[in-house]
Structures are given as structure tokens and as C-alpha cells.
């Protein structure tokens, strides 16, 4: 027999007040019913969702404030369930405004396990699935509560430390709860000098919140995530603090959409812990801020367009213009219009004067992209604006001055187009004031485990997700490819896997195909360590392309796709290796 509801203990027993307190942070309604379906306690965001005071709910029956189709789909208390239940059903708040909720109810048992009543959450917004296990009494439920939702919250002691650390927190901070448990926040997020963990203490000490807003936080792989922590104190039944609850959030996307809009980088959006990226990166903060001429050389997807935007957001002109002009992507015949604009009967169809794209990026930044592409009477044209910072627009009388700062970009090498005249040696000189060579991926190997971890959580950012884990298997996988694209073919690979995974674990078969037939194509090296790069050896070479057609059943257009080349060289390739179905 259930107890008398005048016996049922009371709210501050089942759910005290900090709890009650920390479910409105994370924006989660709670209320408990007694046996007679009496609602005896409700937080904030219940009384928000509700559009009701609380002395409009507490007392009143459920089935009065949890107003249309919930209670009539799935009542616990008709149900006679013991065991925790979630629906998804919608909310008629006091002015009939429906709300899709999540709703999850709980039994809520005393301490010698006698049904008392039950625990119901509501979030307004999509599943929560998973997040109750059970609801017992006392704070290890709610300790279960906190390790299943998608947001990383970690406790402290009255010391500051650790004495908690959910799924989440060990995602984004890269710790196992067993690195942390025990140990000081600072830990978490240090270093000290960043201001983060003082700011936690502070509100520790004081018994007070707070937050750190916008801070830099290293993970345990020596990542550097955006993040802003929140800290909340907790007390005892007596009141008195015993410790604090931290949250962060992690600020990946909004910095991102920051930059966006501000068109901006820096350099901690490029990853480089190679001793090559840590050179350039030496040089380049030293010449950013002045206004010297740059020249970026570097295969395709090295980064090279980002690295000119770092240097004018590091610039003193960051705050006007920066304008790109691709070189090889415009017809020769109006490629002096588009960079230099031309005047008033030009030619036919010029109706009125048009400022060029020097104009354009006066006071600013204007970057040459595939300089090496360049015609050759261009080339002299633009020698003068390298020399006087002026020029004639096409078809104009007068010459037109302007304030830029040149940063030129080629995927070509200067000096082999120099012997065979396809470019001016006095341009070239011009151009090579200070001269950055960006190395492919594949000679910068020990960048690629931070590069992967970075791409994968700005990716699950933009989706709103969590970064999924990746297998062992098709972290070697990754490491030990060349990509031919760089960076670009990098974040092309894991978007495709992050797709494919559906935000699980990614595992070899969410990588794309081609990228099976080639990873040994290096050779396997202690852990760790960048493996070098060496080409396959015929015999290496056969096995791979027999393995391949033997999978797809001797089918010429899928081994062919499978191994990421087109049918006439897999043709080409059987015929030398005297393969034949």
C-alpha cells in the first residue's frame, strides 16, 4: 500500500532547490506528482513552458496544467509503470500555444523503496532518448541524469577537485574521467594564465555563479577549443557549499560564423605543429604587420587563400578591404578589365568608367591567386602598380593611384616558368620579398591527428552534433594516406565519413574507396611517429588491382571507381599486369 500523500517527503528531500536550479540551466522543465496525481514541486522552466506561476501549479492536478494530449496518450499512473517512460507529444501552453516536447516520466521511490510519486522532465525540443535509465533516490539518479544529456558537465569539491566528469565533457576535453577524477579543475581548464580556472575558483570561494565567457581551453591531445564555462554552486541540505557544477560550451561554430561574417582568420584557425608550419608561422607574424609584398607558393588544397587572409586580418589594414582575383579563372581578354577596370568607350559596350579590382582593394589587401598564370602583357602592367602603385585603366588617359597591399599566391614554380620565358624575371623579383612555401600534407604527417580531430568538430558543429569517435582502424587508415588534394582532400574525406556514420563511431568502411586502394602506398611505421611517403612497387600494385576486381566480380566500372581511377587506365593496367577474367 502507498503511503498517505501527507507523509510523501517532501520536494526539497526528492529534488532540492540546486537541482530544481541546475534543470533550468539546462533548460529542462521538472515537476513531481504525488500518488494522487498532485503536482508538488515545479522549476522555472516547467512554470515557463506551462505560461503558468508557480501558485498556479503547485496543488493543482496534472492532468489541469498538463493541458491536451499527453496525459490522455500515456499516464503513468494508469499505466501502473514502474519503469521510466519518454514520448514525444505536444504542449498547449495557458494561451493554447502548442509546443513539441519531449516528456520523460520516472518513478520516484523513498528510501525504504515505496512508490511515492513520479519525476516528469520536459524539454521543448527534439528527443532526449536515452536520458533516464531509472530514478532513485537521492543524487546518484541524478548523477545518471547528468551523464546522459549532450552537454559536458563536470563537479568539484569544496578543493576544486574533480569529483565528477560526464560523457560529454570527457568528448570535448579529450580526458578520460579517470585522468580527471580526483585531480584540479585547473587540469581541465587550465593553463592558470588564461584566467578560466581563477574565475571558477572565485565563484568557488565566494559560493557564488559565474561565468569565464569566451576562453581558450587545451585538450589532453593539445588541441585549443573555444569554450565558455558556467559555474554554478552547490549546497547540502544544511545549505551549506560543498562544492560547484561547471558546464562548458563549446564555441567551435560561433567562432566560426564570426570569422565568416568578418571575413577574418588567424592563426589559430591553421594547424601546424610541424617545425616546417612552425617556421612559416614565425616569419609570417613578423612580416603581417608591416606592408611588405608576399609570395605564397604551395600545391593545390595547401591552404594558401587562408594563409593570405590571416596575414591581412594580422595586418594593420584588417579593416578594409581584402580582395581575391584568381588569375587562371578569367579569359585572358577581360582579365585587365576585371583587375584594372577600364573607361567610358573602352571598348564597345563600355557605356561608363568601371573601377577595377586594384580599386577595389585600395586600403586594403588584394591577393593574386595563380600568379603564375598570368599573360605576359599583364605582367608588365602589373610591375608598375609593384613599383609607382599606379596604372592606366584600360582605355584610360589618366593614371589612377592606389594603396594596396600585393600578396601573391601560385601552385606553379616561378623559377622553372622564368627559363622558359613564360614569366618576368623583373616581376618575380618584384613579387619575392618575402617568400613562403607551404608544404604538402604529406611532408607535414604528425599535423594530421590534431588537423582530423579540428575538421571533425567544426563539421559536427555546423550540424549541431557532437564529433563521433574514430576506430583505430580507420585512424591508420587516414594516417597513412598521401593526399594528392591536401587540406582540401582531407576535409572532403571526413565530411563524406561524417555522413556516412550517421554520428557514430567512424570506422574504414565510412571512408571512401579510393582511399582503401592506396594507404599503402606508405609504409607502416612505429606509433606515433609520421610514416614517409614511397610509391607502391608493381608487384604491390598488381595485388591491389586483382584484390580489387575480384571483390566487384571482374565489373571493369566499379573496381575502377573502387580504386579511385578511370576504366581506360584500370584497362591500361590489367593489360600490362597480364590480368584477364
Request: with cysteine; proline share 5%; hydrophobic share 35%.
Amino acid at each position: 500500500m502507498l503511503p498517505d500523500p501527507k507523509n510523501l517527503p517532501s520536494s526539497r528531500t526528492i529534488l532540492s532547490d540546486q537541482w530544481l536550479g541546475l534543470l533550468d540551466l539546462l533548460k529542462i522543465g521538472a515537476f513531481i506528482i504525488d500518488r494522487h496525481r498532485r503536482i508538488r514541486a515545479c522549476n522555472q522552466c516547467a512554470q515557463v513552458l506551462f505560461g503558468l506561476d508557480e501558485a498556479k501549479i503547485v496543488g493543482r492536478d496534472c492532468r489541469q496544467v498538463f493541458r491536451g494530449a499527453p496525459c490522455a496518450t500515456c499516464c503513468p499512473y494508469r499505466e501502473q509503470s514502474t519503469e521510466p517512460q519518454e514520448l514525444e507529444v505536444e504542449l498547449l501552453d495557458a494561451e493554447n500555444h502548442a509546443h513539441l516536447v519531449t516528456r520523460l516520466t520516472a518513478p520516484i521511490y523513498d528510501e525504504s523503496e515505496d512508490l511515492v510519486g513520479h519525476l516528469i522532465l520536459i524539454q521543448d525540443r527534439p528527443s532526449l532518448a536515452d536520458l533516464l535509465k531509472q530514478v532513485r533516490y537521492g543524487e546518484r539518479s541524478l548523477k545518471i541524469i547528468l551523464d546522459h544529456l549532450d552537454l559536458a558537465i563536470f563537479t568539484v569539491n569544496r578543493g576544486g577537485h574533480v569529483t565528477f566528469f560526464n560523457d560529454a565533457s570527457e568528448s570535448i576535453t579529450g580526458y578520460g574521467r579517470e585522468q580527471v577524477l580526483g585531480k584540479s579543475g585547473s587540469l581541465v581548464l587550465g593553463p592558470e594564465e588564461n584566467g578560466a580556472w581563477r574565475t571558477i575558483e572565485s565563484c568557488l570561494a565566494a559560493g557564488r555563479s559565474g561565468t569565464t565567457g569566451p576562453t581558450k581551453m587545451v585538450t589532453a591531445q593539445g588541441d585549443i577549443v573555444d569554450v565558455k564555462a558556467d559555474f554554478m554552486p552547490l549546497t547540502n541540505d544544511r545549505e551549506e557549499l560543498v562544492g560547484g557544477l561547471v558546464t562548458l560550451h563549446d564555441l567551435t561554430l560561433a567562432r566560426r560564423l564570426d570569422e565568416v561574417q568578418a571575413d577574418q582568420a588567424s592563426f589559430r584557425t591553421m594547424i601546424g605543429r610541424d617545425p616546417a608550419m612552425q617556421k612559416i608561422f614565425e616569419m609570417v607574424e613578423q612580416v603581417a604587420p608591416s606592408d611588405a609584398t608576399v609570395l605564397i607558393e604551395g600545391a593545390t588544397g595547401t591552404g594558401k587563400d587562408h594563409l593570405a587572409r590571416v596575414i591581412h586580418a594580422a595586418s594593420s589594414r584588417r579593416d578594409r578591404c581584402f580582395v581575391k582575383v584568381n588569375c587562371a579563372a578569367l579569359p585572358h581578354d577581360l582579365l585587365e578589365s576585371e583587375m584594372f577596370g577600364y573607361a567610358k568607350g573602352a571598348f564597345t559596350g563600355a557605356v561608363g568608367d568601371k573601377p577595377g579590382r586594384f580599386q577595389e582593394a585600395d586600403g586594403g589587401t588584394i591577393l593574386l591567386d595563380e600568379i603564375g598564370d598570368l599573360p605576359l602583357p599583364l605582367q608588365a602592367k602589373l610591375l608598375r602598380v609593384l613599383e609607382d602603385r599606379e596604372f592606366y585603366p584600360l582605355g584610360g588617359r589618366h593614371t589612377v593611384k592606389v594603396d594596396v597591399r600585393i600578396i601573391a599566391a601560385t601552385n606553379r614554380n616561378l623559377e622553372e616558368l622564368l627559363g622558359q620565358r613564360q614569366f618576368r624575371e623583373d616581376l618575380f623579383y618584384r613579387l619575392n620579398v618575402c617568400r613562403v612555401q607551404l608544404p604538402a600534407l604529406k611532408d607535414r604527417r604528425s599535423d594530421l591527428p590534431p588537423m582530423i580531430r579540428h575538421v571533425l568538430r567544426r563539421l559536427s558543429a555546423g550540424r549541431q552534433g557532437r564529433p563521433p569517435e574514430i576506430s583505430a582502424e580507420a585512424m591508420e587508415m587516414l594516417l597513412r594516406y598521401h593526399y594528392p588534394g591536401n587540406v582540401r582532400e582531407l576535409e572532403n574525406i571526413l565530411e563524406y565519413a561524417l555522413l556516412t556514420c550517421r554520428g557514430g563511431e567512424i570506422r574504414p568502411d565510412h571512408i571512401q574507396g579510393y582511399v582503401h586502394s592506396r594507404t599503402d602506398w606508405i609504409e607502416t611505421c612505429p606509433a606515433g611517429q609520421a610514416p614517409p611517403l614511397r610509391k607502391s612497387s608493381d608487384h604491390g600494385e598488381r595485388r591491389r588491382i586483382l584484390e580489387a576486381l575480384e571483390r566487384n566480380q571482374w565489373r571493369k566500372k566499379e573496381t575502377a571507381q573502387a580504386l579511385g581511377i578511370d576504366r581506360t587506365t584500370l584497362w591500361r593496367k590489367m593489360k600490362k599486369y597480364g590480368l584477364s577474367s
